[in-house]
Structures are given as C-alpha cells and as structure tokens.
C-alpha cells in the first residue's frame, strides 16, 4: 500500500500502526509464502502426474476454470478489508443472472441478428446491472443507516434473493444463450482465455482503487478502526454504501462470466462458492476482521486452490477431497495467523 495509507493508519492508531501495516504488507503468510506454496505444488504434482500435469492444456484449463470464483472473491474481499461481509454474492450473482437470461431466452425474439442482437445482448447486460446495483444499495444503506450487523443484512439478503429466484423458475435453470455471450468463456487470445483476462483487469482495477484512491484508503481505515475514522472527518456511511454497492457490481460481472461458462442460469448454481471465496481472501492475507488485505495475495491464492483441484482431479480423486484439503488449508492460516500475533 502507498505513503498515504500507511501515514493516515500511523495517525489513526498511533504506535501500533506500524506493526499493523507491516501485516497488512506481508499478508497471513505473505504474497512470497503464497508463490513458494505455489511452486511446490506445481512440483508435487508434475513429479506424481509427470505426463498429465506440467502440460499447457493444464494451464489453459486452470485459466478457464478460475475467473468466476476469482471475481466472486473479488466481491468478498472488499467488505471483508472494511470489516463486513457480504454473504449474498451467490445470490446476487445467481439473480442477476436469472434476470439477464430471461431476457435473453423468454423476451429477445429467437430470430434476431447482427445489430438488433447486440442491442439486445446490451439491454440484458444494463437489466443485470441495475438489479445488482439496487442490492447493493439497498444493502449498504441497511448497514450503513441502519446500523444492523452485515452478517444480519447480508443473511437475509440472501434468503430473500434465493428465494425469488426459486419462486419465478421452480428451481430450473434457464439456458441457450446466443453465441456472442458464450464466446466470452470459450474463446481465446494467444491461448489464454478472454474470462481469464477479464478477471485480472478487474483485479488489477480493483488493487488500484484500493490502494490508490480516497475511497479505496477510507475502506481500508474503516475496517481498521470505524469509530477512529468517523472521528477523523471520513463519512464512512457513505463508505459502507459503496462498499456493498461495489461489492454487489462484481457480482454482476461475476454472473455475466457464469452464464457464459455454464450456459446456464440458475437460483443454486455456484452455492458452494461462498465458502471458498472467504477462504481464498484469508489465504490472501485479507484479514477477516477488517483493515487490512492485499489483492495481489488474493490472485495467487486464488490460483493456489485451483492447481489443488485440478491437480486431485489429474490424480482422479475424488472432488470432495480437494474441498478437505482447502477447508484444512483454512484452519492452518487461521493458527498461523494466530501464532504470528
């Protein structure tokens, strides 16, 4: 993080800051921790799958499976750095994507092409849109002017959304999307995936408007100390309105890449998700208790917990097992996170 955070947190906490920020700079076990644990799993697996494993279908397929659960952390892991949570990513998601796939399946006529496709394809996109901002909205004000827990909000933001996305498809699933929408998960650019390029610039997007914008540091001041930042002259009502406002907009692009990759949309599609995207924050170095957390730990850790899946899957192992294996992995940050302070 730049001068300018560090300064204000110095100002904020006084002499404790300086270890604080050093966390924050280093994560749980640090971005270098996270490459070394990396490297070695890449290692371990190319030794025990040495015809499988280190090939560039490899990789490929690790890029085409990671932009989804990449963005959805996206959406996690800033209210997390401002000391919330937001448990409705998946339904948002899920939604947004029911509502976009309506369009597109139910009221787009099944014979248009060239421009009055992309129009179309351009209302389905703006109709997600708004829905994820309306949620978002409506859910940072509850928090924000409220006051209610974002555990409390986020709850019953999810409940509520899941349910009426069970209620208007009685648990099916919408699918058949035209074919402009489906290349954005299937095609390439020089052999990497366009989702998976997406997804980094959104990353690199959002490590920038953390780090380098008012906003970005007030959230980051938020989640360090709320009380110590409304004192300081910071508005962090405002704050935390945008911070579930952005946080559910990731969403949106989130659904948008899943209902390419699956061509499907669906109320229970990605549900296990949620856990695995606080997961990958904390494996990050995001701490869950707010203030501080790097984009950057969360790219690789995000990266990490794909070469374990695809890795188990090229051993053929069960799935489940790799879920033990990130749910182990957790409770080891956590004790090492613990022990560290």
């Known amino acids: 993080m730049d001068h300018s955070v560090s300064d204000s947190k110095r100002r904020l906490f006084g002499s404790g800051a300086d270890r604080l920020i050093d966390w924050m700079r280093r994560g749980t076990i640090g971005v270098g921790g996270l490459i070394a644990l990396l490297v070695v799993l890449v290692v371990f697996f ?8 280190p090939r560039g279908t490899t990789l490929q397929a690790i890029m085409f499976q990671l932009p989804e659960l990449g963005l959805l952390s996206l959406a996690m892991a800033i209210p997390l750095i401002s000391g919330g949570i937001n448990l409705a990513i998946i339904a948002t998601a899920n939604l947004a994507g029911l509502l976009m796939a309506w369009i597109l399946t139910a009221v787009m006529p099944s014979d248009v092409v060239g421009m009055e496709l992309v129009w179309w394809l351009l209302f389905a996109l703006i109709a ?28 019953g933001t999810m409940t509520l959304l899941h349910g009426i996305g069970i209620y208007f498809t009685r648990g099916r699933t919408l699918s058949g999307f035209p074919e402009p929408l489906i290349m954005l998960a299937n095609e390439t650019i020089l052999g990497i995936p366009i989702s998976f390029l997406l997804f980094t610039l959104v990353a690199i997007a959002v490590h920038v408007f953390l780090t380098r914008t008012a906003l970005g540091i007030h959230i980051h001041m938020t989640g360090s100390n709320l009380e110590a930042t409304r004192f300081s002259g910071v508005d962090t009502r405002r704050v935390l309105v945008w911070v579930y406002l952005l946080s559910s907009l990731l969403c949106w692009v989130a659904a948008v890449v899943m209902m390419a990759r699956f061509n499907a949309a669906g109320a229970d599609i990605a549900q296990f998700y949620l856990l695995i995207t606080i997961l990958a924050a904390i494996l990050g170095g995001i701490d869950p208790y707010g ?9 690789v850790a995000l990266i990490v917990l794909q070469v374990i899946a695809s890795g188990f899957n090229i051993m053929g192992l069960s799935p489940h097992l790799a879920l033990t294996s990130w749910g182990l992995m ?10 560290r302070a």
């Open 46 to 53: 190319s030794l025990v799958e040495p015809m499988t494993f």
């Open 128 to 155: 997600g849109f708004v829905l994820c901002a309306v949620v978002g909205l409506v859910t940072g004000l509850l928090v924000a002017l409220i006051g209610v827990h974002p555990i409390l909000v986020t709850l």
């Open 291 to 299: 203030g501080f957390g790097r984009i950057a730990g969360l790219f």
């Open 330 to 339: 957790l409770l080891l940050v956590i004790a090492i996170k613990r022990v």
